[in-house]
């Protein structure tokens, strides 16, 4: 039987909704990550999203989720604003 991906317990609607903020910006971050031209440097930043993601999956506070969301979407907006100037 395969495992569930749901998670263990039982999600308040706000921490459901915050989950799904992080599972999208995850997704975002992944689709830029294939605009990058270079094959290494495509790895090296998938790699990197996949291990700051895995290394903050424990977070359980409120604020410190929000603020790591806030600080993902800079670093979302920064790599979108590095490929259009590569692009041009």
């Known amino acids: 039987m395969a495992a569930s991906r749901l998670p263990p317990v039982t999600l ?21 990550i294939r605009q990058v031209p270079n094959d290494s440097d495509r790895k090296y930043l998938k790699d990197w999203a996949r291990e700051e993601f895995q290394r903050n999956k424990s977070a359980t506070e409120e604020d410190t989720i929000r603020m790591m969301i806030t600080q993902g979407n800079l670093q979302l907006k920064e790599l ?9």
């Open 12 to 32: 308040t609607l706000k921490q459901f909704l915050r989950r799904q903020q992080v599972l999208l910006l995850y997704r975002r971050i992944l689709q830029t």
């Open 80 to 88: 979108e604003r590095t490929l259009a100037l590569a692009k041009s």
